[in-house]
Structures are given as structure tokens and as C-alpha cells.
């Protein structure tokens, strides 16, 4: 365990990853995911400084949204493309059922066209830390991680 001092020392040198104490669950880890938090301390700010501006670490607990591994981007673009693709579905469903029985279909290829193209922008820092509280839920952190590595290359 890293003490109060080395917290704090830590956190202005922003060299290591504060530890944690408890490690959340699925649905914690998921809603943290969902809503742009950090699925590892629940920060509001996280990782995203704007929209599309990322952070390679979380501006309060200093882990970092890799975990080592050097593709992670293709997780969370995979989980962009599953949230677009969800997002064109349900528009589908809810424009077929409210039309129903003459569903007209130009402005639903319209509708469906303009979340295409705009959902993997609307989607783009959730799925990061979406995928983010997948991998932290599919990869448990080892005890070195849970207790913050001081080499600042976790």
C-alpha cells in the first residue's frame, strides 16, 4: 500500500498510478463505462480533456487506459462500431414499430444514414472508457496493479 505522502507526491508528479482499495464490480465497471468516468476510480474527468482531446492517463488515479497492451484502440474502436451499430438497430425498430403498417421509408434511410455518420463521433469517448471497464473486468488487476506501480509504465 502506497502511503498518504506518496499519494500525494504521486499525484503532482504524476508518476504513478494511485492505488485503490476495492475493486468496483460488472455493473459499477460498466455504468463507470458508459457515462465517460473512469472505470477504475469512478473520475468524472477521466480521460478526456475535450470531445476528442484524450489523456493517456486518468487525471485523478493516474492509471493509464492501456494497461500495457499496444492495441487497445482496436477494443475500443470494436466497441464503437458494436454502439453505432446498436444505435442504428433501435432507430430501425422504433421507426418501423411507430410507422407501422406503411413505414415510409426514405426518411428512414435518412434517420439511419444520419446516425451512421454521426455516431462513431457521438459514441467516440464512450467506447474508450467502455472499453476501458471491459478490459479492467476481462484482465483483473494483479495485486502490483491494484497497489499502483511507481515505475510510471504500468
Excluded at 64 to 72: N, T, V
Excluded at 103 to 124: E, H, L, Q, R
Amino acid at each position: 500500500m502506497v502511503d498518504s505522502g506518496d499519494a500525494a507526491r504521486a499525484e503532482e508528479s504524476g508518476t504513478i498510478a494511485l492505488p485503490i482499495d476495492d475493486f468496483p464490480g460488472f455493473l459499477r465497471l460498466m455504468a463507470r463505462g458508459l457515462t465517460r468516468r473512469c472505470p477504475w476510480c469512478g473520475d468524472r474527468k477521466a480521460y478526456f480533456t475535450g470531445w476528442f482531446a484524450r489523456v493517456d492517463r486518468c487525471r485523478r488515479c493516474r492509471h493509464p487506459y492501456r494497461r500495457g497492451d499496444e492495441a487497445f484502440e482496436l477494443g475500443a474502436t470494436t466497441a464503437n462500431i458494436i454502439l453505432t451499430f446498436l444505435s442504428i438497430l433501435i432507430a430501425i425498430l422504433v421507426a418501423v414499430i411507430l410507422t407501422l403498417p406503411d413505414i415510409p421509408t426514405v426518411p428512414v434511410v435518412v434517420i439511419v444514414g444520419a446516425i451512421a455518420v454521426a455516431g462513431p463521433a457521438v459514441w467516440y469517448p464512450i467506447s474508450f472508457t467502455l472499453w476501458q471497464a471491459v478490459d479492467l473486468f476481462m484482465r483483473r488487476p494483479d495485486a502490483e496493479e491494484m497497489a499502483g506501480r511507481r515505475d510510471g509504465t504500468l
